[in-house]
């Protein structure tokens, strides 16, 4: 079945610092998620991304899809204390078994020292 | 607030009894998904479906697990026998389309954490 990828796993930064996480695929994706979980939360949509090669930005997040549509990155610039939690991509693939599933990464959690 | 709501937020269980978890979609959603996840772990899907019928259920556990989501009120995950491996948080999520539709991601609930003593 499909399989989505998340690296690395846990990352601390200092405040002010950047920070990326990569996204794997298995399958070709129709589109790709990405998510943020705070400590006890619950996931929130952060965006989607269905074109390949496509980037979005949001203030000093950025957001890639790659030209394969295999994997995809978030880069944050200048982390800030507000960014801790959990992040996690979530891809769908619109053919074969599972085709109703949008399947999650394991999240890359992210801690930020002040 | 018109979000997805989930209830009870903690559960706790013996061995052996059911546990019943509820979610309400968004209002104006049709499309409900459940996921479980344990601690330090991704969401791995159960269940997706659409009033009066279950679309996918190839997450789900085959035995011990069900899901409904009737005409009148909220969907149900429902686990009987319930063993200490269940113990996880159970997330809700509603969309406006279904995932063959265009997406706009998928809003989640507060999830209910079950714990299995």
């Known amino acids: 079945g499909q399989q989505v990828m998340q690296i690395p796993q846990y990352q601390h930064v200092q405040e002010g610092e950047d920070f990326t996480t990569y996204c794997n695929s298995s399958t070709t994706l129709s589109n790709i998620q990405w998510y943020k979980q705070r400590p006890g939360g619950h996931p929130v949509f952060l965006i989607q991304?269905?074109?390949?090669?496509e980037v979005k930005k949001q203030k000093r997040l950025t957001f890639q899809f790659g030209e394969a549509k295999k994997n995809s990155s978030l880069h944050i610039t200048a982390t800030q204390t507000t960014d801790v939690g959990t992040y996690f991509c979530?891809?769908?693939?619109?053919?074969?078994?599972?085709?109703?599933?949008?399947?999650f990464g394991k999240g890359t959690k992210l801690s930020v020292i002040p | 607030n018109a979000g997805v709501m989930q209830n009870p937020r903690h559960l706790v269980r013996r061995r052996g009894q059911e546990a019943r978890l509820r979610c309400s979609p968004m209002k104006g959603h049709s499309h409900v998904y459940w996921y479980r996840q344990l601690p330090e772990e991704g969401l791995k899907f159960m269940v997706y479906?659409?009033?009066?019928?279950?679309?996918?259920e190839s997450g789900m556990p085959k035995e011990r697990f069900s899901a409904e989501f009737p005409k009148e009120g909220p969907s149900i995950l429902r686990i009987q026998q319930v063993v200490r491996g269940d113990s996880a948080a159970y997330f809700c999520?509603?969309?406006?389309?279904?995932?063959?539709?265009?997406?706009?991601?998928?809003?989640f609930g507060s999830g209910t954490r079950l714990t299995v003593v």
């Open positions: 999520a509603s969309s406006l389309q279904g995932p063959q539709g265009k997406w706009n991601g998928y809003t």
């Open positions: 479906l659409q009033k009066e019928n279950i679309i996918d």
């Open positions: 991304l269905v074109k390949s090669g």
């Open positions: 979530a891809g769908y693939s619109d053919s074969g078994a599972g085709s109703y599933q949008l399947t």
